[in-house]
């Protein structure tokens, strides 16, 4: 059986839900028939509910049909507005990343983020620390020898990149290059909110434009200057 966390639900008509994973051998998808029914399974289907699984291929289907599953646990905690939309944001990096090769970096990377979210008093502390550690993991970490794309080092420069400063590029290269006890130390006095600007425009940058990047909207508007 496969392992994986529930990290995106697509409800069709019908019934049927497409459920996207994140596991230890990588990212996925399969189709849940007639899950949203009174007698389907959609309560062990939830986001972020973690689940062992089995999918039959069809020849000729393009996504394979969930025929067993499992339930592992459910990582709690993560309802509340401040916490839900930095959980989402993580889950859908992870998917976009965890390729076959990257995913046993991924994973642990993933399970620790959103266990810190729903527990920390500050829960972006963990959110930036896992999300610049999922980008370290699979090889799109910025350069942090020179200004980079958007991590610029320089004078405040609209359109061109996140001013961090000297400040906020000591805490990035903390978090990327410390163990993550003493990193996570250094981050909760850091520049959170400039931090997560660039976290946003790197990934974008870097991956591409995620779903989940409008969850975080407002924190992304605020450009330059200081908190």
């Given amino acids: 059986m496969a392992e994986g966390l529930v990290v995106g639900r697509k409800p069709l008509p ?5 459920l996207l994973f994140v596991g230890p051998q990588g990212a996925a998808q399969a189709i849940a028939r007639k899950a949203q029914r009174p ?20 020849p000729g289907n393009e996504l394979p049909t969930l025929t067993q599953v499992e339930l592992v ?20 990096l992870a998917y976009q990343t965890a390729s076959p090769e990257a995913a046993p970096r991924v994973w642990p ?6 266990r810190g ?57 903390a978090v990327l290059r410390r163990p993550g006890a003493k990193a996570v130390q250094v981050l909760e006095a850091g520049p959170l909110e400039r931090l997560q600007r660039a976290l946003l425009a790197h990934v974008r940058y870097a991956v591409g434009d995620l779903r989940t990047t409008t969850l975080l909207a407002p924190q992304e508007g605020l450009r330059g200057g200081q908190e």
């Avoid at 019908?14 to 497409?18: E, Q």
């Avoid at 007698?39 to 069809?58: A, D, I, P």
């Fill in 73 to 92: 646990g459910r990582l709690m905690g993560l309802e509340a507005p401040e916490r839900f939309p930095l959980a989402c944001f993580l889950a859908e």
């Fill in 117 to 173: 979210i729903a527990k920390h008093p500050r829960p972006q502390v963990p959110f930036l620390w896992s999300a610049w550690r999922v980008l370290k993991a699979v090889g799109l970490a910025p350069n942090l020898g020179g200004k980079g794309l958007y991590l610029w080092e320089g004078e405040r420069c609209e359109g061109k990149g996140v001013y961090l400063g000297a400040e906020g590029m000591e805490v990035l290269t």
């Fill in 109 to 114: 990377l993933l399970i620790a983020g959103l």
């Fill in 14 to 18: 019908g019934g049927d839900v497409i």
């Fill in 39 to 58: 007698t389907g399974r959609s309560g062990r289907l939830s986001l972020f509910h973690h689940l062992r699984y089995q999918v039959y291929q069809k």
